[in-house]
């Protein structure tokens, strides 16, 4: 052992006295909270805790008392809890690293307090980043929020507290810590309205994340800090002039944004820092009685805007209408004697601690008791309805999918709108009159056929702005369409219309079912498993569910399935092809005939054309017959059945040598069914000439002659013959053979 790695020799009476020195600077904080029992309540938690980490130590090498000693301070200064979550957060990690029980804490503490621990260790752990068992971990902790929001402030707490004292974790799990804080506790923080935490735990983010653009990024922080100043004063110096004529009382800060948001900024824009000039916001904040608050708010408005025009359009009022995290400030963009706009933010100290430490801070103002006062209510019931609507089919969604949704609600900027009678909707912006139709109520939404906003005609996709009055057009008829879900965004009417098709789409699978069963039945087929399945294939289709979809949809004709039935059993057949592999001789091949055709008058012969399916025959190469030809088959030793004409110049050896092998065949009367066709034939009339035609046509290619009629004229023969083909390539065969018949010089087609 070297020594640097040699155990430090630890004061244990020095870390007794730093550990009560802690403990009182909690007491201190809290006390302005504090009421009958709660300090001895405190103190009980305190030396509960301290007895049961006495052993453990941080990574650091801290008593590890120190640890939650930090969480229960950042609750009571940071975010504003009282004594419930003083205990708790003392508490909070005694279950799952200590030998303590949910049961104990329980009898020591009551049912309150050992139900946020028990929230607390069920939410516990480190999990993969980007894992389902992560995404799991989430959804259990944000699904505590209906149970206790405490929960999560502690949580909230404690992530702060560990953000801090990441230095002394290893790498790894310091970028696992980071990248979880990044992904879901700063934008719980931001959505609970815990601006403060928020912006910490993403500066610690990058702190460790990214070390060199965080250094870099304070670094010309520090280096450009007194060209601020000297910008920030003299910008408003005019205001502050004005400001004192009122004789209201106020502070002026110029705050630079979070090195993050700066981070951010620069990624975005791909400028150099030197040319980002919103680097800073100028934050009024009036020390005003509540009831005078917002007057005095729009009057310093008005002072700022009489030296300095502002931009329209950047102008948020959150006092009129807080948003839903309870954040209230006067938002304006002015420009600067420089030419560069200035965010100023005007906001009483009410509103500043509120923005600071969240809604928790309200109750103090509203003088209700931290645990059941009405804004906190107001609050966690708003947080719940955000939850719940990313809650519903939980067991449909993954995890992730379900962190994702919340994720994307947690980031999202309000829009407010109102219904004709004036009730007011907040909705997230970018939210469409559709998105408006299914907040009201799910029926709404699923006949929504349009909107009017401001009295005038809109579409369903029309995005709403601030101030909206939205009436909703609704039609019996309408109906939820997947075209909808590329323009709603807010989650809640995702889930709504994406529930709907479903069970629209269900409908259209039982009604498919019904008609594919009705028309197996009239094919006589049974609507096996097998079938369904082979169905299923045939149409290419994934399930058997999208197969019914898409003949209840109509993409599939019912009437397809006979050509189904038709392939279905072609394919049967084929597979029941009759082997000749084993026949050596005809009259063992000829009950097996029989066997196929049944009871029929000429069932040991076999049937060209018919039999194919059942049969393996081949036409002989060596006479070529066809339809109609006399022929019989031939069973070979390795090469199945043959065809050969009765004429063929074999047949007469293959007869006399191996009649067993020989057996009956007949073209069926199908093959034999072919077309009219009818030829003009031109020549020099000679003897004989009609004889070789004919001959030609007959004899050579076995074609059936309808009628022939022959003129003769002056030596110039011509000739009118209707015949049957197969087919055109037959015909032409044949047209070429008889131009080839001497005297004769042109042969045409005429139908
Ligand atoms: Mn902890």
Known sequence: MNATTAEPVIDLEQERQEILKRYRRLLRAAKPLLKDNDAKLIKKAFNTSAEAHKNMRRRSGEPYIYHPLAVAQIAVEEIGLGTTSIVAALLHDVVEDTDMTIADIERLFGQ???RIIDGLTKISGIFEYGTSQQAENFRKMLLTLSDDVRVILIKLADRLHNMRTLDSMPRDKQLKIAS???YIYAPLAHRLGLYAIKSELEDLYLKHVEPEAYKDIARKLRETRLARDRFINRFIEPIEQDLAETGIKYIVKGRPKSIYSIWNKLNKSKKPFEEIYDLFA???ILDIPSDEEKAACWRAYSIVTDHYKPNPDRLKDWISTPRTNGYESLHTTVMSKTGQWVEVQIRTERMNEIAEKGYAAHWKYKGNDTQTGAGIEAWI?????????????TDKKTAIEFVDDFRSNLYSEEVFVFTPKGDLKVLQRGATALDFAFDIH????AHCMAAKVNNTLVPLSHVLQNGDQVEVITSNR??????????????KAKTKIKDLIKEDNRRYVTDGRDLVQKKLRVLRMEMTNEVINQLRAYFGSKTTDDFFYRVGKGHIDVQELKKFKAEKEARENRQNKLSTDNIQD???FEKELKKIHGERADADMLLIGEDMDKIDYTLAKCCNPISGDDVFGFVTINDGIKIHRVTCPNAVELMSNHGNRIIKAKWTSQ???????????TGTDRVGLVNDVTRVISNELHINMRSVTIDSKDGIFEGIIKLYVNDTSHLETLMRKLERVQGVFEVVRFD
Not at 386 to 392: R, V, Y
Not at 442 to 445: M, V
Not at 479 to 489: G, Y
């Open 112 to 114: 309150k307090v050992a």
């Open 442 to 445: 799910t029926q709404i939404g």
């Open 282 to 284: 100028v934050r009024i």
């Open 180 to 182: 979880e804080t990044i």
């Open 671 to 681: 093959k034999e069914l072919a077309f009219l066709a009818g030829l003009r034939i």
């Open 586 to 588: 005809g009259k063992t």
């Open 478 to 491: 309408q109906k939820p369409s997947e075209d909808w879900l590329r323009f709603v965004v807010t989650s």
């Open 381 to 393: 019931s708003q947080v719940r309805d955000m939850l719940e609507t990313a809650t519903s089919n």
